[in-house]
């Protein structure tokens, strides 16, 4: 099934809310704690290996320049610029497309986060107050990005998806904190000349950037030359990486761009060779940012490498009885614990609840307080830029090792922490509910557009949607998939998930007033090809392209046609934590692996497998009995096997008078409207009410708005035309 | 000017909309109302030859260019907003758009056909549908409201070799038909004009007119459109509904 091809990336396109980094940024914390656990046993191996080995110098000579750093520095002052790099990119992405951009929804964990930045400062001040030590506080502010989403990765199942999103933005909020105050507190002997060399390097880039090259490898170049300028005056090097991220621009993918791209590929596969592999090459790439494009040209590097590298180099402390002795009783230590553990819950649980006290409803859907103080206690996992900065601050080893224990015992103590209490709260959050990976209202053909045969279907599956993914199979596409691979096994309908807006809700509703006229899926089709719906204009050139009747089309949108099915379904969604669409449900449960067209086909591939199993006796192995095909209104099921016919026909009656038998469907409303009375099924496709109406002498106000009442003509001729398709 | 100079003034107040206003005979017809002093929306699928048109007309205060492609709905219905927010009401609609290719059935083309189907019919239901909306506004404010259909002359003697434009042409007798039944009854004027040539642009496309039948036809676009200011100009409770025009000495 080809449902929503590249539907990710698109997805992290829309919104970024940076969801679909979870099971990465698991796996990347995993890393992170195996390379911290390998700098730790190797520090404390005999001998002085460890050190020794980060202080070799590594530099070249040419002339009389010379050019040397050690290992370490290496690894913190030029491969770390690459990380902020990646950090910044992120965090313009979420400024420009993401949870930031919106004030509104984003002023909640940004003020959570800047408090979350002040009150471990000010903690670690008050412990270290009198001291020279003060000017390590700096250690203390910033929650490491990487730890704390794996950590919500892995013990977050069952909370709702919106934390993910608060984290996130309050991630990035206080990454943004961080690097000012790398810049700002941690920068020293600063010799202005050099940055002119820097600046000339961004201007180059810049430059670059104004005649579109593409080619990502032709940046290094002056990426270094920025670097250099920034080492020699003094600023902090990293901030290089800060600067040049921040002239990549990121866009939302154009239509214009996906065209072109689209017919560059095209004529590549008409007539391949280099030329045009080239221009296609060139045409996919421009499609999507540059940002974008750096980004996930990074992603494993700093997953895989610079920070495992990072942690290697930093970590390593050498634990004895005498130097833990000395750290545990050093305010320094207590000072980085006591900020990062108590100062991170307090700063963030306090603003959170100011904010929500003056705005309720400001935290994201299915948020709750709980929620955010369990989130408090996992930010206490300072890390990396913790180490970063103890490095920064001190050059007394002895103050650097004792820094190094506190962050060291401060990120352990707020992951154990942190993780009992999430895992608690997401336990309690499980027994609740615990159907919430499961469709709380089951497929009923009587509300719910359906492309496949309900009749003979063994499972179904629903979209929870909206018109946002230009990728979407349209209607025929869904047929012949639900038909030909499916074998008729599976039924597919669609549900509204709109995004927040006015205009998505309006093609929700649009979407539903083409019901009103039998027209469903083509109204759908037509949204789609209009994707991104961006105007109102869109809509009506949709309707008009799906043949609607505009009058009658303008009129149910009116009057609100439908608006209680989309209202259903967004409350629906609501109820089951769905935040981004699509979502789909296999078999009545959550689908949540890859949203790719092979991974979805083959779980509905394996559920229509299962279900056959449980139908023709074989028993499902490891699988919850299926119950998606209850009907709600008959209560009866759908899945029994054969020699109970009656449990088949509830639900296969609805699909035939819905789809197959339409013309049929007319003349039956028509003899019973005359026999009985007007029509009474509310939700049938407005022509044919339209027909029994008028022949049965009655006229709708809904559909004419005051046509008069035929009169003088007599019922047997009225009645014609209907009597016509009977033949 | 126009052949029905006695038709001068007859149409004031009204407002009309001619689809398909650049072809043979919707050229005569804008021509006439304005004459006749009706305000006119010229509709036609050709920005350029529209403009020509409105410049030749030369009452840009009672003349509304539209560019509009008659098989898409949605730019039928900008047309009509366009139009009342210029004139604030329609009450005179006549769909003269068309094309029409010609040859013996065996030796048809199938996208021709489609074509025809397309604009002919399908258009011609835009348009009806769409305007019929304005068209029943006026006669609820009491005005006289007139649907022209042009049609064509169905039968062999006139138009051999056009099987499937004669097919579409019977299509629109039965579709005007059953219009005036439906619309009459509210006091919509639903006309059918069916001229002995074809009713189309042929002139502007000899290719597609393989005999050359209508240079030599006694017919001219002048008599149609004053026929359809005639029967716009009658009172409103009578309708002139359906109108052959043939010309007199028949071949």
Known sequence: ?727 | MSTAGFLRGVLQDRVAVVVGATGWIGRAISRDLVAAGAEVVLVARDAERLDALAGELAQPERVLAAAADVTSLLDVDDVCAAALERFGRIDLVVVASGVITGSSFEDGVPADWAEMIDVNLRGLLHASQTFADPLLASVGRGKAADLFLLGSVTTDAHMPRFAVFNAISAAVKQLAQTLRHEYGRKGLRVHLVEPGFPPASVADSPVRDPRGERAHSALTPDAISAVVCVAAALPPAANLAEILLLPTAES
């Open chain 1, 1 to 727: 099934m080809t449902l929503a091809v590249d539907a990710l990336p698109t997805a992290r396109l829309v919104r970024g809310t940076g969801l679909h980094r979870v099971p990465e940024a698991l796996r990347g914390a995993m890393i992170l704690i195996a390379s911290t656990i390998a700098a730790l046993v190797w520090a404390n191996l005999p001998g002085a290996g460890y050190a020794e080995f980060w202080h070799l110098p590594l530099g070249f000579v040419l002339g009389g320049f010379e050019f040397e750093l050690d290992l370490r520095e290496w690894v913190n002052d030029a491969i770390m610029a690459v990380f902020f790099a990646y950090v910044t990119l992120e965090v313009r992405r979420e400024l420009e497309l993401g949870e930031l951009r919106d004030w509104r929804r984003a002023s909640v964990p940004v003020v959570a986060a800047v408090a979350g930045l002040a009150v471990p400062a000010l903690v670690f001040v008050a412990v270290t107050w009198g001291t020279d030590l003060v000017g390590g506080w700096g250690i203390v502010v910033s929650t490491d990005t990487a730890f704390v989403l794996g950590m919500l990765a892995l013990v977050g199942r069952g909370l709702p998806p919106s934390l993910r999103v608060f984290l996130v933005t309050l991630a990035v909020a206080d990454d943004v904190g961080a690097l000012g105050v790398i810049a700002v507190a941690y920068t020293d002997d600063f010799t202005p000349l050099p940055l002119l060399l820097a600046a000339a390097g961004l201007a180059v880039i810049a430059a670059m950037r104004f005649f579109r090259v593409w080619r990502g490898p032709l940046y290094i170049l002056p990426s270094i030359v920025v670097w250099i300028g920034l080492l020699l005056s003094g600023v902090h090097a990293t901030l290089a990486g800060v600067a040049i991220a921040l002239l990549l621009p990121i866009f939302p993918m154009s239509a214009a761009d996906l065209r072109r791209a689209q017919a560059q590929v095209r004529a590549f596969q008409i007539w391949p060779n280099p030329h045009s592999a080239r221009t296609a090459e060139e045409s996919v790439a421009r499609a999507v940012s540059v940002n974008e494009r750096a980004h996930r040209a990074l992603t494993p590097y700093v997953t895989w490498l610079i920070l495992p590298l990072f942690a290697l180099a930093n970590a390593g402390v050498r634990l004895t009885a005498e130097s833990l002795g000395d750290a545990f009783t050093s305010r320094l230590t207590w000072g980085i614990i006591t900020g990062l553990v108590l100062g991170k819950i307090v700063g963030i649980s306090c603003a959170t609840w100011i904010m929500v006290r003056a705005r309720p409803g400001a935290l994201g859907r299915g948020v709750r307080m709980s929620h955010v103080v369990a989130l408090s206690v996992l930010a206490g996992m300072g890390f990396t830029i913790s180490l970063f900065v103890t490095e920064l601050a001190f050059d007394d080893p002895l103050d650097v090792s004792r820094g190094q224990i506190g962050v060291l015992t401060a990120t352990a103590l707020a992951a154990v922490l942190g993780a009992l209490v999430l895992g608690a709260l997401g336990a309690r959050e499980r027994r609740r509910s615990p159907d919430r990976a499961r469709l709380v209202r089951p497929m009923d053909p009587a509300r719910d557009p359906v492309i496949g045969d309900v009749d003979r279907a063994v499972i179904t599956v629903i979209e929870y949607g909206d018109y946002a993914s230009p990728h979407s199979p349209d209607s025929a596409e869904m047929r012949s998939e639900m038909a030909g691979r499916f074998g008729g096994e599976a039924v597919y309908s669609f549900r509204h998930l709109p995004p927040d807006g006015p205009l998505g809700t309006a093609a929700a509703l649009a979407n539903e007033a083409a019901a009103e006229q039998g027209r469903f899926w083509e109204m759908r089709d037509q949204l789609l090809l209009e994707a991104p719906i961006e105007s109102e204009r869109q809509i009506r050139r949709a309707a008009a392209n799906a043949g609607l009747n505009l009058r009658h089309f303008e009129h149910d949108r009116a009057h609100g046609a439908g608006a209680e099915r989309v209202a259903e379904d967004v409350a629906d969604a609501a109820a089951m934590h769905l935040e981004q669409a699509p979502v789909f449900f296999i078999d009545d449960i959550r689908y949540d692996g890859p949203l790719d067209a092979g991974s979805l086909n083959a779980a509905v591939q394996a559920a229509a497998a299962a279900a056959t199993a449980a139908l023709t006796g074989v028993a499902p192995r490891g699988r919850a009995a299926p119950s998606s095909a209850i009907n709600p209104s008959t209560g009866t099921d759908a899945r029994r096997p054969e020699g109970e016919p009656q449990a088949r026909g509830a639900l296969g009656q609805g699909v035939h008078e819905r789809q197959v038998d339409r013309p049929l469907l007319a003349v039956t409303r028509y003899w019973s409207g005359l026999h009985e009375g007007p029509a009474s099924a509310d939700r049938e496709p407005r022509r044919v009410l339209r027909e029994v109406a008028l022949d049965a002498g009655q006229d709708d106000p809904r559909y004419g708005g005051g046509r008069p009442a035929p009169s003088g003509v007599p019922d047997h001729e009225r009645a014609k035309p209907l009597r016509d398709t009977q033949r």
